[in-house]
């Protein structure tokens, strides 16, 4: 098993293989959660790279988001490290300043669809959505999430759980499931650009 990480560098590559991909697979489900699994490969996140896709209730792609820093802020300057959350230095704690991957999708899409809505879509998203992007997710009407990863501490998942069902909201694990590690991940998502660059 391959933990090699794959690095889309350009949106042109990911473009390429975002049309090999919606070619490849004939269902949407298999075709969106490979999307957001190549779109987090664009994180620069190296402890937990993030992609989401979210596709319209006719199973349109609509956008796409991945986790990253905030406008003016370049990916390569980001404190990514991580170190303060030991050390307390909160200018060397990515929580202050990233922006997850299932708001960039939301924020991205509004951007450039002023009268469009997410009303009834369907988010495929590489980690069950946190308690703040449940919250965002749940003021926009998208109907279904597919998860790809869960976190496993309670309070990581309760609360969201519950905003969800009281939405409407099916959230539901990306099927077939299993216990999926990181390694795991990386190796599919590995498997999926490689048969994508054979087409
Ligand atoms: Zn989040």
């Avoid at 939405?167 to 099927?175: N, T, W």
Wanted: glycine share 6%; with cysteine.
């Amino acid at each position: 098993m391959s933990g090699k990480r794959i690095d889309i560098t350009s949106k042109e590559e990911l473009e390429i293989l975002f049309n090999k991909c919606l070619a490849y697979y004939d269902n949407d489900d298999d075709k969106y959660m490979a999307l957001a699994l190549l779109v987090s490969d664009r994180s620069k996140d190296p402890r937990n790279q993030v992609g989401a896709v979210i596709a319209s209730a006719s199973g349109e792609l609509l956008v796409y988001g991945y986790n990253g820093a905030t406008m003016g802020v370049s990916d390569d300057d980001f404190p990514w490290d991580s170190t303060g959350e030991k050390t307390g230095d909160i200018m060397h704690n990515k929580d202050y300043f990233v922006v997850h991957a299932e708001m960039n999708a939301i924020i991205n899409y509004l951007k450039t669809n002023r009268n469009g809505t997410l009303k009834d879509a369907t988010m495929y998203v590489t980690w069950c959505p946190c308690n703040n992007c449940a919250k965002v997710i749940a003021q926009t009407g998208i109907k279904r999430i597919i998860y790809h990863r869960m976190y496993s501490k309670p309070e990581q998942i309760t609360p969201n759980l519950f905003i969800f069902e009281k939405a409407g909201i099916e959230c539901v694990p990306y099927s077939p499931y299993y216990e999926i590690t990181k390694e795991d991940q990386m190796f599919q998502r590995s498997c999926i650009k490689s048969k994508l660059l054979k087409k």
